[in-house]
């Protein structure tokens, strides 16, 4: 009770002593990078217009219109066809119909990947005891005697949290060829270390799990779906939109509530889903960061593998690069630029 009469909107570490260095270097560790928290608050900005533009196309394309782009998203929130019951039966069937698409995916995988994760996967719900608190959706790893599966925990407090069109580039981002896939693969690696097998580099690991979405669309998961793929730019949105709010918070001195509304603006997310990302920025200064600035890095590599290697890139041994384990990202560079340079000879 003392403590609730203190407090105030001022969400960000910036009104705490040494606040602004602390949050500089918060972004540095989240990120893996030397990037300032202005630099990151520019690119989120930036990628925001960016990935609205994309999609507004698609959505225009598809008859949903009215006012900008995030209001054209709210609008599709809202459409019954693209909603669960919000009843245990709504429940069960949105767990079902993850589970069908991580198998679909699957199915995929050996297009892109040499290796092949041993370790299974299951969708479950985040425990109701906790579901206040919890983020919207998390990954937890199978234990290295694959005694039981991993587990990709959904918030299902709210099914409406969850219109269909968005659902599946969650599972492609914690299960595979998202975490599931990258995790396992170094745990079962024999030639990773150990220090590796559970490094906490947020910044590679969250990276890659959003490049995974969109190594997903390239493997052809969205035909014939140009909603699937509007989920999947508004899950690239989503992360671009938490750049800004997480130097919003901390750096340029946004109110909880300005937070909140920015990222409604941006991404057209329900207010309950958005407050509960928002309430965990306020905690965990710069670890927000980590997504989308792991996944610009990600692309550019992929990207300056191709045009170094040509006809000789195979996407399969690129991606053996996870067979190393979780790196810093100036690390993932050397290591890539490495490959290269071991084609190239």
Sequence with gaps: EEL???????????????????????????????????????????????????????????????????????TLNRDPAQLYPNTDAGREQLLADLNRQIAE????????????????????????????????????????????????????KDTHDWPKYGLPSLTYHEAMPGHHLQISLAQESRDTPMLLKL??????????ALYAESL??????YEGDPLGRAGMLQSLLFRAARLGVDTGLHHKRWSREQATDYMVRTTGFPVPRTQREVDRYCVAPGQACSYKVGHTVWMRLRTEAEQALGSRFDLKQFHQILLKGALPLTILEQQIDNWVASQQA
């Design 4 to 74: 609730h009469g203190r407090a105030t909107a001022e969400a960000g570490v910036w009104r705490l002593p040494d606040g602004a260095e602390y949050y500089a270097a918060s972004v540095q560790s989240g990120t893996a990078t030397n990037n300032a928290p202005q630099e990151v608050h520019q690119l989120g900005l930036a990628q925001d217009a960016d990935i609205q533009s994309r999609l507004g196309e698609i959505l225009r394309a598809q008859n949903v219109t009215g006012g900008d782009v995030s209001a054209q998203l709210a």
């Design 105 to 156: 995916v699957d199915a995929l995988l050996p297009r892109a990947f040499a290796t092949r994760a041993r370790a299974q996967v299951q969708v479950m719900r985040v425990p109701e005891f906790i579901q206040d608190g919890a983020p919207n959706g998390y990954y937890q790893s199978a234990p290295f005697d694959l005694s039981r599966p991993a587990i990709y925990y959904i918030n299902l």
């Design 199 to 208: 490094s906490p580099f947020r910044a590679y690991t969250d990276g890659w």
């Design 216 to 221: 997903a669309d390239e493997l052809g998961v």
